[in-house]
Each structure stands twice: as structure tokens, then as C-alpha cells.
């Protein structure tokens, strides 16, 4: 399995999954494409007769654009991926954000390097094992300490600066590694940071399960995903009150599509901290791709609930009232959605469709352009505004949208889009 990794990678780089559903077959001449997770545009009787997108199925492959996350939340973040860079159906480390988009950044942009435990027990090892002098010992505490203001700072060329000195002190210095292996990750040298964190599980880092869930993340990216899930396992073996790892290894689940599994972790990360609110978010998701769409109204409302800057759970509650035929609710989800994320195309998109079904052409016209303008390679906008063109018969302008929507489903290999567009050209070379 091929990845690219995140265009944006704060820290640890925990990965979250997004969900993309797929459009079923209703109408092969009129329909509306949706990108996004567990949305439903329920057919009315507008001309164009826009149809209702499927629930959730698997993807093979994944491509992240942006992910954030904190090691001590595990939330992670955004983006607008597919099957290699493609839009498609199933399970995306995307839209869960593009999905978790900017406000959960803004909180948790990065998980806070580990601080030593104490004067003694961290470095009673490193002198022990690294024969340091003790003002070697001090010397190294300095420019650890410094390293971690300049990591919170942002500063992180300044602070792998510091975790370089304090490790050429004390080359046994564990806990130097792991955060330094933080540094690497959020600057995408990935293979360093896989190093750091296994020379800190190797040197017996007293909080060793942080190294192992950190590194799983990188495992999962890479596509790994047995060593991902062996990390994550030996983490919560190691420390069986570590939430963010149930977590993790839920997401990997998950993506594999092993349901009860996935849910039975989430279960168990919000068992151990009943105010995670993106485990809730989580396991909503696995619900509505299960068709249990009062459990997933549920946790997405507690996710709400505990964290109301979360776009990304209005967004899919948003869908979820959609499928339901309740247009007030959706649409009211959707506003909140662009307010806390306003630059989020999906929630343009399908704040589109709703204007599309209540007959708003020109309010529709506009988000459909604003989706288009923030992810210029937004397949299903294209295709939805070249509906709008087709109803206003500028033939001219549909013909474009829908050759554009074409290519670019074929490019990341949706067939039944691809088809559908081609048979919507068909139709206005015939006018």
C-alpha cells in the first residue's frame, strides 16, 4: 500500500479516519455527488432529481492530506483523500476531517514532549548506563528543558537542536529520543522519528507505551498495519489505562474493516475517559456505517455535547438528519459547520445540495463554487455545479463542469461517477 503522508503532520502525527460515501445508482441521467462522510441526498422533486448516496463500504487505500492530533487526546484530523489520491467510497483518513479540520488543530496541534519525571529517575539510568559525569547530566537536563519550550513554542529546528545536545551527553538519554522522535514526525522524517522511538522503547523509557503508540501511528500511515495494531497492543498491555492507544488501535480496526473490534476499543477508551469526545465522534462513524442511525445521532450529539468547536460532528450529524428528510436540522448543522471551519469544501458541497433540493439555485450555485475554490480537484462539486448549469441551460458551462468532474473521477478511479458524468455529456452535446 501506497501513502503520501500529511501536508500537514503536528508532532506524533496521529492519524484519524474519514469516511467518504459512495453514490448508489438512482437516476443515471440526474444526480447529485456527494464526497463526504455518510451523507444521503434524498431525492425530491426537483427537476434534477438529485439521489441518495450509500452508507459507508471499505476503501482499499488510503492518502492523507492533513492530519493533526494530540498524543494526549488522540484526536486526529481533516483532509480529502482517497484511494491514492483519489475521491471514492469508504473508510478515508480524510474527511473525518476534512474532517477534523482547523478547530480541533487549534487545540490540539501537537502533544506536549514528556518533562522529566524527576531529577533522578529518568537520568539515575543514563549515568548508570552512559557513565555521565554529573554535570554531563545537568548539561543534558538543560538542553532537554530547553528543548521542550522551544517544541511548545513551535520553535522545532531550535528544539531538535537542544534534543541532539542532550543526547550527545547522554547518548542513553531515553526520553531525549522520544521527544526528539516527536520533532521528526511533525517535520515528516518519518523513518528518524520510527528510529528515536525505537531506541527509547529499547532503552527502557520508564512511559515506554508513548514511543509504542507513537510509532504504531507512523506503522499505520505506511500502511503497516500488523505492526500498527502490535504497537498499539503492547502499549495498552504496558499500560492498560492508556486511552489514546484503545483509540488508535480502533482506528486501524476500523480501517480494516473489522467493525466490532473497532467498537469495542472505542468502548473502552470512553469507558476509560467517558469525556473523549472524539471517541464518541468515532464510533458514531462505525455506527452510521452500520446503518444504526440513532446510535450514531447519539454519540455524535455527546460528541458535541463535550466538544462544541468539532465541525466535523455537525457535519456528519448533519448527513445523517439529511438522509432522515430533515432538511431544517441538516442545514442548520451545516452552518455551524462552515462557522467553526470555513474552509471546509465538503460542508459548502453539501450545504449545496440542500439549497439544490429546496429549489435555491443561485444560493446552491454559490456554494457548490466556493467547495470548488477551496479544493479545486473536488470531483463531486464539479458535477453537482454542472447541474445547476444544465438547469439554467448554459450548455457551455455544464459541458465544462462535467468534463472536468470526468477526468477527475477517473483519475482516482470512481467508475460510476466517471460513467455518470460521461453519460450527463452525452445528454448536452445532444441538445
Known amino acids: 500500500m501506497n501513502f503520501q503522508f500529511f501536508k500537514q503532520l503536528t508532532s506524533i502525527g496521529f492519524v484519524t479516519l474519514a469516511v467518504v460515501a459512495g453514490l448508489t445508482k438512482h437516476s443515471q441521467a440526474h444526480k447529485i455527488s456527494i464526497s463526504n462522510p455518510i451523507f444521503t441526498a434524498r431525492q425530491n422533486n426537483t427537476p434534477l432529481n438529485p439521489i441518495a448516496l450509500n452508507r459507508l463500504t471499505l476503501a482499499k487505500k488510503i492518502t492523507l492530506e492533513s492530519v493533526t492530533s494530540s498524543v494526549n487526546t488522540g484526536v486526529g484530523i481533516h483532509v480529502d483523500l482517497t484511494n491514492d489520491g483519489k475521491d471514492g467510497d469508504?473508510?478515508?483518513?480524510?474527511?473525518?476531517?476534512?474532517?477534523?479540520?482547523?478547530?480541533?488543530?487549534?487545540?490540539?496541534?501537537?502533544?506536549?514532549?514528556?518533562?522529566?519525571?524527576?531529577?533522578?529517575?529518568?537520568?539515575?539510568?543514563?549515568?548508570?548506563?552512559?557513565?555521565?559525569?554529573?554535570?554531563?547530566?545537568?548539561?543534558?537536563?538543560?538542553?532537554?528543558?530547553?528543548?521542550?519550550?522551544?517544541?511548545?513554542?513551535?520553535?522545532?529546528?531550535?528544539?531538535?537542536?537542544?534534543?541532539n545536545q542532550a543526547i550527545r551527553l547522554n547518548p542513553k538519554f531515553a526520553v531525549a529520543y522520544y521527544n526528539r522522535g516527536l520533532v521528526y514526525s511533525n517535520q515528516r522524517e518519518y523513518e528518524k522519528a520510527i528510529t528515536d522511538y525505537s531506541t527509547s522503547i529499547k532503552l527502557n523509557y520508564s512511559s515506554v507505551w508513548l514511543p509504542y503508540t507513537s510509532r504504531g501511528i507512523i506503522y499505520f500511515y505506511q500502511g503497516e498495519n500488523k505492526k500498527a495494531i502490535a504497537d498499539f497492543s503492547q502499549a495498552i498491555q504496558i499500560n492498560s489505562q492508556y486511552t489514546v492507544a484503545y483509540y488508535r488501535r480502533g482506528l486501524v480496526y476500523f480501517y480494516q474493516g473489522e467493525d466490532e473490534k473497532a467498537i469495542a476499543d472505542y468502548n473502552q477508551a470512553i469507558r476509560l475517559n467517558p469525556k473523549f469526545a472524539i471517541a464518541y465522534y468515532s464510533r458514531g462513524l462505525v455506527y452510521s456505517k452500520q446503518r444504526e442511525d440513532e446510535k450514531a445521532l447519539a454519540d455524535?450529539?455527546?460528541?458535541?455535547?463535550?466538544?462544541?468547536?468539532?465541525?466535523?460532528?455537525?457535519?456528519?450529524?448533519?448527513?445523517?438528519?439529511?438522509?432522515?428528510?430533515?432538511?431544517?436540522?441538516?442545514?442548520?448543522?451545516?452552518?455551524?459547520?462552515?462557522?467553526?471551519?470555513?474552509?471546509?469544501?465538503?460542508?459548502?458541497?453539501?450545504?449545496?445540495?440542500?439549497?439544490?433540493?429546496?429549489?435555491?439555485y443561485e444560493k446552491a450555485l454559490t456554494d457548490y463554487?466556493?467547495?470548488?475554490?477551496?479544493?479545486?480537484?473536488?470531483?463531486?462539486?464539479?458535477?453537482?455545479?454542472?447541474?445547476?448549469?444544465?438547469?439554467?441551460?448554459?450548455?457551455?458551462?455544464?459541458?465544462?463542469?462535467?468534463?472536468?468532474?470526468?477526468?477527475?473521477?477517473?483519475?482516482?478511479?470512481?467508475?460510476?461517477?466517471?460513467?455518470?458524468?460521461?453519460?450527463?455529456?452525452?445528454?448536452?452535446?445532444?441538445?
Open 90 to 163: 469508504g473508510v478515508l483518513i480524510s474527511t473525518f476531517l476534512q474532517a477534523m479540520p482547523q478547530e480541533i488543530g487549534r487545540v490540539l496541534v501537537r502533544p506536549t514532549p514528556v518533562v522529566l519525571p524527576s531529577p533522578t529517575r529518568e537520568n539515575q539510568i543514563v549515568i548508570n548506563s552512559d557513565n555521565a559525569t554529573p554535570s554531563q547530566t545537568q548539561d543534558a537536563e538543560s538542553y532537554f528543558a530547553q528543548g521542550v519550550e522551544h517544541y511548545n513554542r513551535g520553535e522545532y529546528e531550535k528544539a531538535l537542536d537542544d534534543y
Open 369 to 431: 463554487n466556493q467547495a470548488i475554490q477551496l479544493n479545486p480537484k473536488y470531483a463531486g462539486a464539479y458535477h453537482n455545479r454542472g447541474l445547476i448549469y444544465k438547469l439554467n441551460r448554459n450548455i457551455e458551462k455544464a459541458i465544462s463542469d462535467f468534463e472536468k468532474a470526468a477526468d477527475l473521477y477517473k483519475q482516482q478511479g470512481n467508475q460510476e461517477l466517471y460513467e455518470d458524468s460521461l453519460g450527463q455529456l452525452k445528454l448536452l452535446r445532444g441538445y
Open 300 to 360: 455524535f450529539n455527546q460528541a458535541i455535547r463535550l466538544n462544541p468547536k468539532i465541525s466535523i460532528a455537525y457535519y456528519s450529524r448533519g448527513i445523517i438528519y439529511s438522509n432522515q428528510g430533515e432538511d431544517e436540522k441538516a442545514f442548520a448543522d451545516f452552518n455551524q459547520a462552515i462557522q467553526l471551519n470555513p474552509k471546509y469544501p465538503n460542508a459548502y458541497n453539501s450545504r449545496g445540495i440542500v439549497y439544490y433540493q429546496q429549489g435555491e
